[in-house]
């Protein structure tokens, strides 16, 4: 189904002077002649992106780095009387109106928007990003593995997009590290409150994060020619300082590898069993 905004196949319709004229449901849109592949034959298949600019429908085979539905983070190329206008990867650049911009945007600077059709199916971009949100209350369930879209920072930690549809928040001491605006990262459902708002966290289940500390160990013993001067009196800057984890994760690991029977202690340490 042809969808305005969107990367899809479509097929060549004719070829004339101008360029290749595509089948776009009921109407055709126009490949320049500059962007035609050479042999290209009627009843060719071309993967283009399509978008209306004033009656015309024109197909480009430049690729967008987002499509409509899409949130992006875009720099402004240019202001002028109508709006901001991004580039995104496109000859022809976003509009974002002044009615759709909650700032007054900057060119150089970078904002996250939303890619939607206006009124007359023309694209467009927003920065209105509650009005793009779903309404309806998540059906997720605790443990959930969801995307994650950083969408702007709050005083309890970070607003972030889950799914591209629903608004989430990531707290405060799970933001470490080079975070900033635009940073699409994996996560998981936290909590799903009463009023329906989601809490979401990084962290890895306790299942996950104690398979990666014991691979973590075992590769640290293969490392040392299958020896480390740490056991369970060992102190938590000692094994923060060689294992990178906590002590109390540590111990886990370290019983997980005895109850395998991969490991056992000596006297100084622990050694890996061969």
Known sequence: MFQPGKIQSLTVHSLEGRGALLTAGNELALLPQREV???????????????????????????????????????????????AFLAWGCSKELLVPYA????????????????????????????RIERCLD?????????????????????LGAAVIVDQRFEALLYRDELRGDFKVG?????????????????VTLRATAAEELDTAMQTVREALRSADGFLPLHDKSSPEEIKRQLVMSKKLFKKALGGLLKRQEVEFVEGGVRLRT
């Open 37 to 83: 592949p050479e042999g290209t034959v009627v009843g060719d298949l071309l993967e283009v992106f399509v978008y209306r600019d004033g009656d015309l429908l024109i197909a480009t085979r430049q690729m967008p780095w987002a499509q409509v539905g899409d949130f992006a983070l875009l720099k402004v190329r240019e202001v002028n009387k109508v709006g």
């Open 100 to 127: 759709e911009q909650t700032e007054r945007m900057r060119a150089g600077r970078s904002y996250l928007v939303k890619i939607c059709l206006d009124e007359f199916g023309r694209l467009v971009g927003t920065a």
């Open 135 to 155: 309404p309806d209350p998540p059906s997720y369930k605790e443990g959930e593995v969801v995307e994650l879209l950083l969408w702007r920072f709050t005083e």
């Open 183 to 199: 940073d699409r990262v994996t996560g998981r459902i936290a909590k799903v409150r009463q009023d329906g708002k989601l809490d």
